[in-house]
């Protein structure tokens, strides 16, 4: 019986990972052979590819690479053949991808496109296994300011204080502002204590001249605006 060990260097060129990215460019790498240049090298055992190919069945059978985006360093370390080093570099990756997307969704943002604002949270707030609120601040051209964390919750709720948050927005200079937060659930739907808590902050707002534009609750990739569903008076923008 050949129970030969079969490496990377046995491989022809063609279907070395590496190799292959240099010759055909990234494009053409599969998302395991993607990893496997990440991963750069492998185990006594396992080659890079087939590590990035377990990788994949563990954490990526509903998400595919998106995993990288949300699986966690005590995760990875768990995972035979994943040593500090290379957890490090998968978490880096990950986070690139999401800094990447939201530069270049940044410039879509506007105060009358909810779409736009929830696609630009989105990956930071879907992923999440408990609940936070963030405020998104505007100026007068209607432009992204400041992003602040006024609440993480639990799986369970979220309570935000009028006072933090537009002490925050003064701060800042806002004259606007857009709530979000998240529902790990992955349904969007705002809760009762969801309809009330958005009607508390959007009074404090109108007294203090910071209108409240949206509340905008994050799903599993889905969202719901407050503006959209009528769920919330609709301020003159200024």
Not at 87 to 106: D, H, M, N, P
Not at 178 to 206: C, F, K, M, Q, W
């Amino acid at each position: 019986m050949n129970t030969q060990k079969t490496t990377m260097k046995s491989l022809p060129a063609s279907e070395r990972p590496y190799e292959k990215c240099e010759a055909y460019g990234p494009a053409a790498l599969s998302d395991a052979e993607l990893l496997a240049v990440i991963l750069r090298s492998g185990t006594r055992s396992v080659t890079s590819l087939e590590l990035a190919q377990k990788l994949l069945l563990q954490f990526g059978a509903r998400r595919g690479l998106g995993f990288l985006r949300e699986v966690t360093r005590a995760e990875l370390l768990a995972v035979p053949g994943i040593g500090s080093v290379k957890a490090t570099e998968l978490l880096a990756a990950g986070e690139l991808s999401r800094r990447i997307a939201r530069a270049e969704k940044r410039g879509e943002i506007s105060l009358g496109r909810p779409k736009a604002i929830a696609s630009y949270f989105m990956e930071d707030l879907c992923y999440l296994d408990h609940e936070e609120m963030w405020v998104a601040m505007f100026n007068t051209k209607n432009k992204l300011i400041h992003t602040e964390t006024v609440s993480m919750g639990t799986v369970n709720a979220s309570l935000a204080s009028p006072r933090e948050i537009f002490l925050n927005a003064l701060r800042h200079h806002a004259v606007f502002v857009v709530l979000l937060h998240n529902h790990p659930s992955g349904d969007p739907e705002p809760s009762a204590a969801d309809i009330e808590l958005t009607n508390r902050l959007a009074s404090a707002g109108a007294l203090l001249h910071i209108p409240v534009m949206d509340h905008i609750i994050i799903g599993d990739h889905c969202y719901l605006s407050f503006r959209e569903r009528g769920l919330l008076d609709q301020p003159e923008m200024r």
